[in-house]
């Protein structure tokens, strides 16, 4: 498996492209697959793992409002695309909407998958989390994580 690490700052084009990092894009010769995230992102999942998560997702409970309302968001917001000779993903309206991409977007790796933000709403996120830092680390004590 590939692991992704860092923050890296990209411009979208006209059409939707966005370039996947250099440094990843080995990972995604296969395909990779783009969703729905939480916190106003889209995820970027190897196809392989993807499958792995699509396979969790579609064992959850059923009769669980959360349990379909996640399925839902992330499975039918899902949509498999190719990195084109340039390193790029074009986007589908939809996700980009979703997401409010605008023309700066920021590219951060998180271990077993992407995030893709607008590089506004990303500062921002950064910025709150930063500065609540300590009751973060202070909750991941809690669950065994030093």
């Not at 997702?57 to 340039?86: K, W």
Request: charged share 25%.
């Amino acid at each position: 498996m590939s692991m992704f690490i860092g923050e890296y700052q990209h411009t979208m084009d006209e059409k939707g492209r966005v370039a996947i990092p250099g440094s990843f894009r080995a990972a995604f010769r296969a395909g990779l697959v783009v969703t729905r995230g939480i916190d106003a992102c889209l995820f970027v999942y190897t196809r392989k793992r993807w499958e792995a998560l699509a396979r969790q997702l579609a064992n959850l409970p059923m009769n669980q409002a959360h349990s379909r309302a996640f399925a839902r968001l992330m499975l039918a917001g899902a949509m498999e695309l190719r990195l084109d000779s340039q390193g790029r993903i074009l986007l589908p309206e939809y996700l980009r909407t979703f997401a409010t991409l605008t023309r700066e977007t920021v590219v951060a790796g998180l271990y077993d998958r992407l995030e893709l933000w607008d590089k506004t709403a990303w500062e921002t996120y950064k910025r709150a989390t930063e500065k609540d830092s300590a009751s973060i680390a202070e909750q991941l004590g809690n669950l065994g994580i030093a």
